[in-house]
């Protein structure tokens, strides 16, 4: 079955960084487009940034734009989230997805399968 297990969260300083991961099993990882998406404290769910399945192109959400960067490597079937100047706002449960197409469309009827999510605390 599909499993995707996150990790890298921790507590941030405001303007630092974190490298966030998720493993991925159970499915051909190189054929699927990858996302991140994040909850804040009593908000909704919000889609972070989008991977093809080959890696030729990433999305990002404006909130994120320039000071995150998502990658894959499809030889370690694993998922990557640079962030870099983190601000308090950052501060969420952030989540790995697949998608069913090899494309990141950015649609929920596209996404496939969550992980179970890690924690990220930006703060003073």
């Not at 054929?31 to 192109?57: F, K, N, T």
């Not at 990002?60 to 499809?74: C, E, H, L, P």
């Not at 694993?78 to 962030?83: F, G, I, S, V």
């Not at 308090?88 to 969550?114: G, M």
Request: proline fraction near 2%; charged fraction near 15%; charge should be negative.
């Amino acid at each position: 079955q599909v499993q995707l297990v996150e990790s890298g969260g921790g507590l941030a300083q405001p303007g630092g960084s974190l490298r966030l991961s998720c493993a991925a099993s159970g499915f051909t990882f190189s054929r699927r487009a990858m996302s991140w998406a994040r909850q804040a404290p009593g908000e909704g769910l919000e889609w972070v940034s989008g991977i093809d399945s080959d890696g030729s192109d990433t999305y990002y959400a404006d909130s994120v734009k320039g000071r995150f960067t998502i990658s894959r490597d499809n030889a370690q079937n694993t998922l990557y989230l640079q962030m870099n100047s983190l601000k308090p706002e950052d501060t969420a449960l952030y989540y790995c997805v697949s998608h069913r197409s090899a494309i990141a469309v950015l649609t929920t009827t596209d996404f496939d399968a969550w992980g179970q999510g890690t924690q990220v605390t930006v703060s003073s």
